[in-house]
Structure formats: structure tokens, C-alpha cells
């Protein structure tokens, strides 16, 4: 059975290049990005890690921890990190699961046999503070994924949560915001006394304050 939006995200216990890592303790109530690629040293994941490397920084100001999963050795992920490293020049700072077995790849459904029986697809989870799944995505394996997005998707659902609006198509940080159908006129305006523009009985956009930044602390070894 697929994980689906709104289940909560199976815990784990495995082996990563930065050591055993518990999904939740290492969570610590922060947003989580599980990527899975399916091997080290090929030219589509190498091209997505250093991507996701450096993007890391604006990943860490939303309060999101990356954490990439394959089905390779520990022995693999080091000696492709320090690849990584030279052609980035930057350390890595998120870990990277080593899945042999496929447990975890299993767990959530990443391994899709009529795409490849033993190796992981390009499956993507965002998970809450609270341990929710709130955004899946799954990629075939000759198309990187878009980094950029799924920052975009991480802003949307940050600030539908504290703002309590939603977001329209092609939405970027800062544009204009929707108020939601179930929103009554009578409640918008207590919620939203900066008015709205009114484009149907059932369309409106508002502008609402950005969501401030919360830095997470970095570990960047060697
Ligand atoms: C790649 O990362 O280039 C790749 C990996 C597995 C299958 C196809 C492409």
C-alpha cells in the first residue's frame, strides 16, 4: 500500500554516512525531505545531489532537513560524497541512507518493479514537525527532479499553515494568495482585513505577510 498525503511517516532505524539515524529522533520536529535515487555514481543523481547540496542553506531557513536514501553500501555513499564534494567544492551536510537490503526502500514503497526490481525510483516524501506526510512525488529514473520546486511546494504549505490560505497555480513566494472556498466573506474579514480582490463568489486573492525564516543549526563535516 502506497504512503499517501495526510498518514503519518513510518519511523525507521538505519545505517546512513553519518551514522545510524532514527527517522524521528533525527527529525527532531523539524520539516523532513526524504529523496531517494536509484545508485551513487550515475550522471542524474550526481547532477540532483549537488543540486540538493546547494540548495541545502535555503532548505535549512524553512527549517527542512534533507535526507537522500539508495539501495548502495555505506562504502559507495563515501567515496561518491567525496565525488560530489570536488565537483561542488562544498561539504555535504544531510545524510544519506545505505539501504542494501531495501527495508526501508521497501517501507515506502520506492522500489517499483516494472521501472527496476531492485533499485529505488526517484521517490520524493516532505514530512512535517508533526510527522505527517504532507507532499509525495515519484520521478522515473532519467529525469532529475526539479529542487526548485519542491522549495516552492515547502513555501506554499508553510504559510497555508500559518496563514491559513491557499496557493494558485504557478504560485511563487510573494505573489498574491487565495482565500478558501470554505472561508465565508463574513470570517475573511476578520482573517484578512487587508481585503481582497474579488474575482468570483468563489475566488479571492489577498496578500499575506511572508513566514520568517528558522535557520536550522548546520553539521558540515570535513
Ligand atoms: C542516473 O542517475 O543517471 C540513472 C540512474 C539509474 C537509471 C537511469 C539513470
Known amino acids: 500500500m502506497a504512503i499517501r498525503i495526510g498518514?503519518?511517516?513510518p519511523d525507521f532505524l538505519a545505517d546512513s554516512s553519518q551514522g545510524p539515524l532514527d527517522l524521528y529522533q533525527w527529525a527532531n520536529k523539524n520539516w523532513v525531505v526524504l529523496f531517494s535515487h536509484p545508485a551513487d555514481f550515475t550522471p542524474v543523481c550526481t547532477s540532483e545531489f549537488c543540486r540538493s547540496v546547494e540548495l541545502e542553506d535555503q532548505f535549512s531557513r524553512r527549517g527542512v532537513k534533507l535526507l537522500g536514501l539508495s539501495t548502495d553500501s555505506i562504502e559507495h555513499h563515501t567515496a561518491w560524497i567525496n565525488d560530489i564534494k570536488r565537483i561542488t567544492q562544498r561539504n555535504i551536510g544531510f545524510p544519506i541512507i545505505a539501504d542494501p537490503d531495501r527495508r526501508i526502500a521497501r517501507l515506502y514503497e520506492m522500489i517499483h518493479p516494472?521501472?527496476?526490481?531492485?533499485?529505488?525510483?526517484?521517490?520524493l516524501f516532505v514530512i512535517d514537525p508533526a510527522m505527517?506526510?504532507?507532499?509525495?512525488?515519484n520521478y522515473p529514473m532519467s529525469v532529475g527532479r526539479n529542487f526548485n520546486e519542491?522549495?516552492?511546494?515547502?513555501?506554499?504549505?508553510?504559510?497555508?499553515?500559518?496563514?491559513?490560505?491557499?496557493t494558485p497555480a504557478d504560485w511563487v513566494k510573494g505573489d498574491p494568495v487565495l482565500i478558501p472556498a470554505s472561508v465565508s466573506n463574513e470570517v475573511a474579514e476578520?482573517?484578512?482585513?487587508?481585503?481582497?480582490?474579488?474575482?468570483?463568489?468563489y475566488y479571492r486573492l489577498t496578500v499575506v505577510k511572508p513566514v520568517?525564516?528558522?535557520t536550522l543549526p548546520t553539521r558540515r563535516a570535513g
Open 7 to 9: 498518514e503519518t511517516a
Open 114 to 123: 516494472q521501472e527496476d526490481e531492485s533499485a529505488a525510483i526517484r521517490a
Open 132 to 137: 505527517k506526510v504532507r507532499l509525495t512525488m
Open 190 to 201: 476578520e482573517r484578512f482585513p487587508q481585503g481582497w480582490q474579488q474575482i468570483t463568489h
Open 150 to 166: 519542491v522549495l516552492r511546494i515547502i513555501d506554499a504549505m508553510q504559510l497555508a499553515d500559518v496563514r491559513g490560505i491557499a
Open 212 to 214: 520568517g525564516d528558522k
